[in-house]
């Protein structure tokens, strides 16, 4: 029996009403003639072949500095960045090195479809943490703390958020970087579009697993 998926089954409503699709990223604008030139001239020029497994250096380094020139924090591209084929991949990676079978990761709801599924693939249990409305979909300290038991391993957050556009402000990041210090957890942050938010705090410093992905046209990168 052949499977399906949410992207198929919304992709499918919207055409079949007329709909503006908002169950994927479908650009409705074409490609810059820029991007699709730069991808032509670096495959003539014979950037075609496998990668480092870490990712290519150079683009390791260039995000080193976007993180230290937007966030003011200094990671190395050789040690602390790899380059991962989608975001996806990116939070999938981090938990198969942070979680033993039965881990529990918090996971704040709404998220992407794929961030539980990557938890329980890793081996751990997906506890939803709900956001609510009356907080702008934010995810509140308390609500944390309730979900934390002695299996708790990791806080998985995903601001500006899929699919409520949601933006964590710096009191409810200081919120969650409280819990996860109380409790010595890892801290995942899912930022499909970094640039939409503030600097974190200095409190996430060293706890946060970050993820920024580029999904346009089928050119996927995460880190």
């Not at 990676?93 to 479809?113: H, K, M, N, W, Y």
């Not at 300290?141 to 299996?151: D, I, Y």
């Not at 970087?177 to 409190?203: I, K, M, N, T, Y």
Request: glycine share 8%.
């Amino acid at each position: 029996m052949q499977g399906t998926t949410i992207f198929t089954t919304m992709s499918a409503l919207a055409q079949e009403h007329n709909a503006i699709n908002l169950g994927q990223g479908f650009p409705d604008f074409p490609m810059s003639p820029v991007l699709t030139e730069a991808v032509n001239h670096a495959m003539q020029s014979g950037y075609n072949q496998y990668a480092p497994m870490a990712g290519w250096l150079p683009l390791r380094e260039v995000l080193a500095e976007k993180i230290d020139y937007l966030y003011g924090q200094s990671v190395h591209p050789d040690t602390e960045i790899t380059i991962t084929p989608g975001g996806t991949y990116a939070i999938y990676t981090a938990f198969t090195s942070i979680l033993r079978p039965g881990d529990e990761v918090l996971v704040v709801q709404q998220c992407f479809v794929a961030n539980a599924a990557a938890v329980e693939m890793a081996g751990g249990v997906a506890v939803p943490v709900n956001a609510y409305a009356d907080t702008d979909f934010q995810v509140t300290g308390a609500a944390l703390e309730a979900a934390v038991t002695s299996r708790s391993k990791a806080i998985l957050i995903s601001y500006p958020n899929n699919p409520t556009g949601a933006v964590l402000s710096r009191e409810y990041l200081l919120e969650v970087a409280a819990v996860a210090e109380r409790h010595d957890l890892v801290v995942l942050s899912d930022e499909p579009l970094p640039d939409l938010h503030a600097p974190a705090p200095a409190a996430l410093e060293g706890r946060a697993a970050g993820d920024g992905a580029a999904d346009f046209f089928g050119l996927d990168i995460g880190w």
